[in-house]
């Protein structure tokens, strides 16, 4: 069992900054792959960024490539999601989740096992 808690969401003005915090327990963090998702009104959840369980390999939507940054400190159990220059169609609930096959970055909802309640970024024009 993996449990998932999100924070660091808000409301921000485009072309502002954000960093979002996913906080870890149960599974040993550093045996499992990672992702964030995001889930705009009235769109389906969509891919955002993976990172590898080691942090040696990230991938990226090509929406937020050169935006966004995945990371992950293994120390604390925590992966992070800094956003820049966020626009208005960045708004959406974000969610992190957590993929158990440690050797591969996951792109797909159904890659992943475990998923955290969601953050709501909203960016402001």
């Known amino acids: 069992q993996v449990q998932l808690v999100e924070s660091g969401g808000g409301l921000v003005q485009a072309g502002g900054s954000l960093r979002l915090s996913c906080a870890a327990s149960?599974?040993?963090?550093?045996?499992?792959?990672m992702g964030w998702f995001r889930q705009a009104p009235g769109k389906e959840r969509e891919f955002v960024a993976a990172i590898s369980w080691s942090g040696g390999s990230t991938y990226y939507a090509d929406s937020v490539k050169g935006r966004f940054t995945i990371s992950r400190d293994n120390a604390k159990n925590t992966v992070y999601l800094e956003m820049n220059s966020l626009k208005p169609e960045d708004t959406a609930v974000y969610y992190c989740a957590a993929d158990l096959s440690p050797f591969t970055i996951a792109t797909l909802i159904n890659e992943y096992d475990y998923w955290g309640q969601g953050t709501q970024v909203t960016v402001s024009s």
């Open positions: 149960g599974r040993t963090f550093s045996s499992y792959a």
